[in-house]
């Protein structure tokens, strides 16, 4: 392990995070807010905090960093950011609970979106931007992360959707990485901008547009209103959010290639069909049983039924509706939506389209292959077959989802939640999502869960948003053996 | 496809079921019921149609069997034994609609033990004793079906569980089948005895003591009472059905090592121990929330636990109490247990404890996997390696056990049922358990369930009791060609 490399790459990280805390000061002048002094004391002490780290611990010129030293500097990174991410909440005293803020922070860089905020409308507007920003942050930091370096750490069996990068079998961490994340970082900022300007154009002010597009790209979900996007009351809005959900559930390479002059690839990525297909579907069926059950016009049926569906399957979290209103056994439709996740490769969260794809198209050519036991009858995704290794590392990720799901929900049930709020809070945190059902459903929020339950669930937001190996890998003794 | 030795081999199978119908009459005569004509026409009638399937399909001697005759006739046969089956029933009038006879003699016939029938203690006791024999009679078939055809027609990655027959790499079903299964059956009838004594010695008159021990054996779950084990209302008869269940769900070849003076090699077994601990822990977490929070005495508590869980998890059904009203969250807790099943061999139904513990292996060896990436680290179950093929056709039957499980449970609430409801209905029918949730719980039935449910649920046990691919394979047009 190359602790002093490690603790300079996160002091470099809090140095970033410290400078880009400041960026809120504009909007507290422009409103007259009174937050400025508390986001001036924790930009800067954050950066300051960041530049000992950084100057203190030499590394060497091209000093290798290792797999082991990868897990370790992705998991203390959420951390340190979580962490210091909570002081202008604190010292503003807008969130005086340290659980409260560390669980907020955390659910911000996570991309989660779930919130213990009663009155997000009376938190200062420096604060609320910060707010938004550990979304956008988290979201550059996923991209990276799922790209670039966890197929390097063959995290998941979802190495192989990584041309880019060299495959698991090295030990370092490939250098093509920065150049990747440069690429892949132009397009988030690209299309974070072209929302803003639509947001804008549907009447949100700069404020509103930018917080929201934060919030939107990189699939997190909070708000600047209590009422999240139903505030605005706009179907223009409502309709430019969904379909930027949307991409933010979308594999960012597809937008590379689409931005490069080739649209057509969307369609030639075997996983975002069947994302685009299954969006398709759910949305249909539920416009017309809503269209048959409600007395409203089928364009709020499917504007409502649409927005609802991709905000959870992009693991986004906006809110236009309390679907769990619909009919009491949306719960349970919306319990199995938020166990989904969208593509591998977006800034979503949860088990992505793909794994359950390639677990789905496996189920299926077992008939095959019972019939024809001699064939060889590889599962093929984009043409490529995959190998029965990649398919129980797959199988290990899913059932260990799974798993942590219905274990996290008994847990957290235990702490003094009513079982099936905690399946939904447990759910959507783990997919990074936000809202969950019932107690911790789209009408609500997380403020009422015990302080031990909101701990819970920060670390449970941690393991989705880092794949859960990564952070599993580091309870384990032989992990920390030379 | 050798059509004819499939039909010579259903024909066979009817005059076994007509002569099997025949077993009642001598308890009607006893208690003096009306039902002997019914069941003296059903059983005649039954053998008859299998005599003449029998004579006038010629097998040239030691025509050999192929696989694809072998899943025919496995689905056929339960198909036929459920319409045949259902005679006495219409014949006699106790169940006057088809759906519903079908529906019982399915549920019977795989071992499921879902009811239709409200005033279960209307029926005559020469129809109750065929209602529990066909029980008694699926449960045979799936003993010589689990332990003895399906490995050798290679379902679900459970080849590897079968010492006694030879490979899925053969293409001829085995003569060594016979002998296994023979054994088999003794082992089954003598339990099936050992359980009728010890229930008559607590008190059960011999039909009901021989009814229960069918159902208990079998995994079943029809009772000759409406209030099923709770009628007895004797700890002692509770006690014997929850030990027997658990030997119901236990794999056979274990029980017959044990009488073979090998008592230790269920604890030898990896399968069975992961059985017994899981059972011991939700058993124990349960009786102590009953104790904490009813005033009732720990012995209660602990057999209404141990009976519930136990009879869940083998797949029983038998009811002593409603658990579903112990607290609300038991209904997550029991739809989450009607998913899992216990040891593959046994005659219980649902995914089985093995799948599961393997994956979990698997989930778990993953993250040594990551540390050591040029290691070779296969899980081991019962220090045999399981090559990543068998955990890819493991990962197969379980992805789409589950995949049934959610949209079954969609399809079903279209229907009329209530989301929850259908859920339960659909787990408890996959997994041929019996009492579902709600309006299908162990208070209640499934009478109510909208015809088009009945027929759609009869399948689905037909689905769960043939390990799904043994029937969807006969979906597949490639099946079908030469």
Redesign the interface.
């Known amino acids: 392990m190359h602790f002093r490399v490690i603790l300079k790459i996160i002091g470099f990280l809090l140095i970033l995070i410290g400078l880009f805390m400041l960026l809120g000061i504009p909007f507290s002048i422009y409103y007259g807010s009174d937050d400025i002094p508390a986001l001036l004391i924790s930009g800067l002490g954050t950066a300051l905090v960041g530049a000992i780290l950084w100057i203190t611990n030499k590394m060497e010129f091209r000093e290798e960093i290792t797999k082991?030293d990868g897990y370790l500097i992705v998991t203390l990174g959420w951390l340190a950011a979580s962490f210091f991410g909570t002081l202008p909440f604190i010292i503003y005293g807008a969130i005086p609970n340290f659980t409260d803020a560390f669980f907020e922070t955390m659910s911000g860089f996570t991309t989660t979106g779930a919130t213990i905020l009663n009155n997000i409308e009376a938190v200062p507007y420096g604060l609320l931007f910060w707010r938004s920003m550990t979304h956008w942050l988290g979201g550059m930091g996923i991209i990276v992360l799922s790209l670039a370096i966890l197929p390097i750490?063959?995290?998941g069996g979802m190495s192989l959707y990584q041309a880019e990068v060299a495959g698991?079998?090295k030990?370092k961490l490939h250098p093509r990485v920065q150049e990747t994340a440069k690429r892949l970082w132009a397009i988030y900022v690209l299309l974070t901008l072209a929302e803003t300007i639509l947001l804008m154009f549907g009447g949100m002010s700069l404020f509103d547009a930018l917080c929201h597009s934060f919030g939107t790209l990189a699939s997190g979900g909070f708000s600047t209103k209590n009422a999240s996007i139903a505030y605005f009351n706009s179907p223009f809005i409502e309709y430019v959010i969904i379909v930027f959900m949307f991409f933010a559930g979308t594999n960012f390479t597809l937008h590379y290639f689409a931005l490069k002059g080739k649209p057509f690839n969307y369609f030639k990525d075997s996983e975002f069909r069947f994302y685009f297909i299954f969006i398709l579907f759910v949305v249909l069926s539920i416009t017309l049983y809503l269209d048959i059950h409600n007395s409203q016009p089928l364009e709020n049926s499917f504007r409502h039924a649409a927005f609802s569906v991709v905000s959870i399957l992009s693991s986004t979290g906006f809110v236009t509706v309390d679907y769990e209103r619909w009919a009491?056994?949306f719960s349970?439709?919306f319990l199995?939506l938020l166990l989904f996740g969208a593509c591998a490769g977006s800034t979503s969260g949860g088990v992505k389209m793909v794994r359950?794809q390639i677990?789905?198209k496996?189920?299926?050519?077992?008939?095959?292959?019972?019939?024809h036991?001699k064939a060889v009858l590889p599962v093929r995704q984009n043409n490529e077959p995959i190998?029965?290794?990649i398919?129980?590392?797959?199988?290990?990720?899913?059932?260990?989802y799974i798993?942590i799901f219905?274990f996290g929900?008994?847990a957290l049930?235990i702490t003094g939640l009513?079982?099936?709020s905690a399946?939904g809070a447990v759910a959507a945190c783990l997919g990074n999502i936000g809202p969950g059902l019932g107690s911790t459903g789209p009408a609500t929020n997380y403020a009422n869960v015990p302080e031990l339950g909101k701990w819970f669930l920060s670390i449970i937001m941690l393991l989705g948003r880092l794949e859960i190996?990564t952070v599993?890998?580091l309870l384990?003794p032989?992990?920390w053996k030379k």
Chains 1, 2 share one sequence.
């Open positions: 082991r750490l063959g995290i698991p079998s030990d009491p056994f349970e439709i199995v359950y677990l789905l496996n189920s299926l050519l077992e008939l095959k292959r019972l019939l036991p190998s029965n290794h398919i129980s590392k797959i199988a290990a990720f899913v059932l260990l798993f219905l929900s008994i049930s009513e079982l099936s399946m190996f599993l890998i384990s032989s992990f």
